[in-house]
């Protein structure tokens, strides 16, 4: 019996699909990769996810788990292989207010899972561009980052049990609520972030926090990149740690994103070097009663710490959002970031983090670096500054090897002792920094990991590890 | 030549120790763990470290790594072992105030830590009672919990990097100070917590935080541990989220620290059954200017709240520390916890931990399944209220055997959503109970994993896999 049959008699007919059925199942958002899938499965159940493990497992037959084709490095290429869809395990199965924590399957729309935990007055803090596609089971497989890392860090920091199942298709029980859990190693860090590489992660207790109350949200137009750090210290001093996000875009990005959107409208009067989109949250009451102003004082506050700041000359402009659609607007400059930077045919993505007192130089050196090989290159940067994260694109005009461009980049990357990939992960796209850039004992020890847990290599093969 | 003469040959006489010298390696702080080492070497640097460990792969001699000698899980326990000290590695080599992380040897003091972190205005918030002998690896080793969790979260979530040494004695860099880092499988994570068993640990950069410039503490009694988390979530209502600490001591548990201390001072006026010590920590600075009281405002206000709550009947009377010496009295009784608890021979030690609202079914149902085996058995509880973190120490009479209790307060735990090893970790204590109850596919894949990294089973063998 082949593997479709056998997987039609254990799902039904009509979830397993081939042929044409799988359009969708064959590239991935960017559409820079295509490939053919053996055939796609959507099973409906953990028992069903084992099901189908244990038949590809006894065929040798690879698996490429896939939950919402957001992923920005082809972690879901999957020539020939099993696409094993996790979009039906979409149950939000219990939401406790009291313990502050979602029980959910791989298959949840991180959108839905906001707004399930705003029903409750609560918040899943976890946010991106992505988040009306994006489903947890990638989130999670991706370890994914975002605009509240600054202050709620990244998804493996939110997550407090999951299960998963295994490439021999039995069921990993990681499942718990607790905060303190000293029982043995931590399965379930390796599989967050190992990119469906260990294991099929299939739900997930994931920690709510308090709603903040009040929201302060800014576009902000510095000097510079150090000066914007600068304010940030400031406002983190003033509010007690409140800063939920801190994004850069500089001129270019700016420009380019108000030449594909001729609706909206720039963030000043006149254009600016540095912007900055800056959003604070608080959750105590005394900060959210409105003022004689109408403003919250979270709001107002803000509004004075950045005038003194303009007076000082830190800050060259401000607008602070006075209504909820302000709010939306300062976002969608930010959120349209993927948009932007493929927006240009042959661009080359660098998601890469640096220290934070190192992404002046970063940005001056690489550029450097990259004129040098290429000096037509343009560079479309847009980054999470709070985290030292920039998203590092450049749109080559063919000057020089796209790849000699990325070398150059990873190289000024590593000497100011930061990563090559921050939070977009390795999927095959990165596989070559992987080589190049991670520790030999470690890339070893990793795939150690990955013989150990999949002999067989079925599982997501020819991803992460060089 | 012997593992002994090859040890010396590298580190020098002095740095190997025999016979009587070993007598600080040869037990722990419990007393309860007495063992025979083949030798205790004392290395001054990582090469140093990756020299031991190639010697000891070629022999197939077994290392157990050992800090500070504070576990309370028989960790280090090691017959016929190279003890391998990090404490020469005490290096703190470097505090960064603007990227706020420490860059430490594995062989550094705690309290040290704290110190130098505090000298630049910043804080590295893990604590606990054994602050002053406990060092950095053995944090590491064990993922240590302690006072602040509530807050800053577990020694894991303090980790940017390591570095450590395999069991075939090369170097593991894991080394960085970035925020976001999504490049390949999070070994880290994977040694944090995994007690010597996979590679040693060397050096770390840890997270500091701005310091609080201003703390609140007081005890309060409460009528019942479920009206005390109640007034735990308004606490963190008013204060948005500040408490630091909220520790929870019964009427027997202070009763036996002023019995063991004569010369300290009851909490409140009448003894109380509920016992909480709760602290806040404040970082805005317009919190922390005295006010005509001369009480900075974090304290007046939460003197407020406690007046509230007082009038509500929550809180049946509170004292909130007016000096710094007020609040090390308040800290004195709690951090006597390990003595306390230990004070009686044959007491038996449960480091367990629940989901918060079960926290008082917990104690009511482990009271009860204990005392239908040991009428006469005697409960000594301290807790981490505020994590759900219960150490559930048993004092019994001899009518029932103690694995039976254990046994019975486990199955509570379990029934519970909860786990056995909250912050102690396993070493050679708790290996049944992961056998009892950890799943049985999570043991086969730690197993695969140690296996896949330490192949010839030396490094601390016999600890945390059942």
Request: hydrophobic share 45%; aromatic share 4%.
């Amino acid at each position: 019996m082949s593997v479709i049959q056998a997987l039609r008699g254990t799902l039904g007919e009509d979830r397993v699909l081939t042929g044409d059925d799988m359009a969708a199942w064959s590239t991935d958002w960017t559409g820079r990769y295509r490939w053919t899938p053996l055939c796609v499965v959507r099973p409906g159940s953990t028992e069903e996810v084992c099901a189908v493990m244990r038949i590809a497992h006894a065929a040798a037959v690879p698996v490429v788990p896939v939950s919402g084709h957001t992923g920005l490095a082809g972690g879901t290429h999957g020539d020939g292989a099993v696409m094993l869809s996790l979009e039906r395990l979409n149950a939000i199965e219990e939401i406790r207010p009291e313990a502050r924590v979602a029980v959910v399957g791989a298959g949840v729309v991180l959108s839905a899972l906001h707004e399930a935990a705003e029903a409750q007055g609560l918040s899943f803090p976890m946010t991106f561009g992505a988040r009306g596609s994006a489903r947890i089971g990638g989130l999670l497989a991706t370890n994914a980052g975002g605009s509240n890392v600054l202050r709620y860090g990244n998804t493996r920091d939110l997550v407090l049990g999951l299960e998963a199942v295994t490439a021999e298709g039995r069921v990993l029980d990681l499942m718990t609520a607790l905060h303190k859990n000293n029982a043995g190693y931590d399965l379930r860090h390796l599989l967050i972030g190992s990119e469906g590489t260990l294991a099929v992660i299939t739900r997930a207790v994931l920690k709510l926090v308090r709603q903040p109350r009040a929201h302060a949200t800014a576009m902000v137009a510095a000097r510079s990149v150090s000066e914007a750090l600068v304010l940030l210290n400031r406002l983190q001093d003033v509010s007690g740690g409140a800063v939920e996000a801190f994004e850069y875009m500089p001129a270019a990005y700016m420009d380019t994103y108000l030449a594909l959107h001729p609706e909206a409208r720039a963030p000043f009067d006149s254009p600016q070097a540095v912007n900055i989109l800056l959003e604070l949250g608080v959750t105590a009451p005394r900060d959210s009663t409105p003022g004689e102003d109408g403003l919250v004082p979270v709001t107002g506050s803000l509004q004075e710490t950045l005038a003194e700041l303009m007076e000082q000359g830190l800050v060259l402009d401000a607008v602070v959002a006075r209504s909820e659609t302000q709010r939306a607007e300062m976002w969608a400059r930010r959120e349209a970031a993927a948009e932007v930077s493929l927006s240009r045919l042959g661009a080359l993505v660098n998601d890469v983090a640096v220290p934070l007192d190192a992404v002046e130089a970063f940005l001056t050196e690489a550029g450097a670096r990259c004129r040098a090989l290429d000096p037509d290159v343009q560079e479309m940067v847009v980054a999470h500054l709070g985290d030292g994260n920039v998203h590092y694109a450049l749109w080559p005009s063919g000057a020089a090897e796209g790849g000699a461009l990325v070398e150059a980049v990873e190289e000024v990357v590593r000497a100011l002792g930061g990563t090559f990939s921050a939070e977009h992960g390795i999927g095959l796209h990165k596989k070559a920094s992987m080589a190049r850039h991670r520790d030999p004992v470690a890339l070893e020890a990793m795939r150690a990991v990955k013989t150990a847990l999949d002999p067989k290599g079925i599982l997501n093969p020819g991803k992460v590890l060089p």
